[in-house]
Every structure is written in structure tokens, then in C-alpha cells.
């Protein structure tokens, strides 16, 4: 459906053929690109990393970020923890592309770069797709300390329902929007995605998220 593309749109990676874009009222091609950049934090759908230390990683999201900003980064991406395990900590080498983490801490990694930024705009492609429930909501959890847009692409419904709006979408149509409870009763496509996760009994939010 251009889930990426759609993102992709908003910090002007592509522009727009028709139609257009606003960001507090405003029409994207009148911000400066370095400034409407630097608002945004963007976690694409292959988390991207580099050969260097873990702590220069998540600086790469902010070059110029203390050792408590990228401390506080990482404890609200859920990856402290990790990090404090490994030989050299925060100064421990990672291979290219970050080949000596799994999946989940990648992605992890790589939402700690994007938050160390301290966006407006908070834009996770997919990237909480290798988490656990238990992981992903203490994320999310901890995405609402920061004052900020978050705009969420998942397949996953128990991201959906953390969301105060969600936007269904089918060969690259929006089909219906709504919260969860919202969709669960008006869209069959989304009752349906739903059941094939959940199993034919519908959960509460509260149930699934605990």
C-alpha cells in the first residue's frame, strides 16, 4: 500500500507529485529542509547500522548528545539493559550492519538514535516488529514521556491499539480509520486481521496489553 513512501514523504526524502503535505498548519515546502529534518526522527523498516562503538551509533542520531542523553535514549528504546551486558558496554564495537545483535535489539538501537533527537515528529516504520508484547508496550510506554508526534506503521494489532487513531490501509487506499474499538466494529477486514492474531476470542485492551 506505500506504507514507507508515505513516511518517506514527510521529512521530503521524496516529494510530492500532487497534493500536499502540512506540518502545524504549514505546507512542508516552506520549512527549510535542514530544519524540518532535524524535527523529525525516522526508524526505517531495516534498522540501519554502522561498524563503531554502540555509543556512536545512537549518536548518530544527535552528534553533539551527552553520555545522559544517550543513557536516557536507551532506556526508553529498552535497550539499557542489553547494552550494560555486553564486554564494553556502551563502548563495545559493533560489527557492520550490527551483525553481532539479534533482530530485536537492532531495531531497539536503532529507536534509541531516533529518540536521543528528541523529535517533534517520531515516524517507526515497522520497527517494532521483532519485540515481544511485554517489550514493545514498556516501549511505547516510555514513548509518551516525549512530546511528540509518533506515527506508527505495524501489522501487528496489539501496536494498533496503543494508537489514538489508526488508519487502515489496502492497495494503497485508506479503507477505514478509527481506534481500535472503533474498527473492531465497523471494518470486517480489520476484525478479521484481528482474529488471525488473536484467535476467534476478542480480548480487551487492557487483557492484551497485560
Not at 539499557?80 to 535489539?105: A, F, V
Not at 496503543?162 to 490501509?169: P, S
Not at 477486514?189 to 487492557?206: C, V
Request: charged share 25%; with cysteine.
Amino acid at each position: 500500500s506505500g506504507k514507507s513512501s508515505l513516511f518517506q514523504l514527510i521529512p521530503r526524502l521524496y516529494e510530492t507529485n500532487n497534493g500536499s503535505i502540512f506540518i502545524d498548519d504549514q505546507e512542508i515546502g516552506k520549512y527549510k529542509l535542514e530544519h524540518l529534518r532535524k524535527q523529525i526522527g525516522l526508524v526505517p523498516q531495516e534498522a540501519m547500522l554502522f561498524s563503531g562503538s554502540v555509543q556512536s551509533n545512537i549518536m548518530w542520531g544527535k552528534e553533539d548528545a551527552t553520555m545522559d542523553e544517550v543513557i536516557l535514549a536507551a532506556k526508553n528504546a529498552q535497550i539499557h539493559e542489553t547494552i550494560m551486558s555486553l564486554p564494553q558496554q556502551y563502548d563495545s564495537i559493533l560489527g557492520q550492519k550490527g551483525i553481532n545483535l539479534s533482530g530485536g535489539q537492532k531495531q531497539r538501537l536503532s529507536i534509541a538514535r531516533a529518540l536521543v533527537r528528541n523529535p517533534k515528529i517520531l515516524l517507526l516504520d515497522d520497527s517494532t516488529s521483532a519485540l515481544d508484547l511485554k517489550t514493545e508496550a514498556n516501549l511505547l510506554q516510555a514513548i509518551k514521556k516525549y512530546h511528540c508526534t509518533t506515527l506508527i506503521i505495524t501489522q501487528k494489532i496489539s501496536t494498533a491499539m496503543q494508537a489514538d487513531k489508526t488508519l487502515l490501509l489496502e492497495d494503497g487506499m485508506i479503507i477505514a480509520e478509527g481506534t481500535h474499538e472503533e474498527l473492531m466494529k465497523t471494518t470486517k477486514l480489520y476484525r478479521k486481521i484481528t482474529e488471525s492474531q488473536f484467535g476467534k476470542e476478542m480480548f480487551t485492551h487492557d487483557q492484551t496489553v497485560n
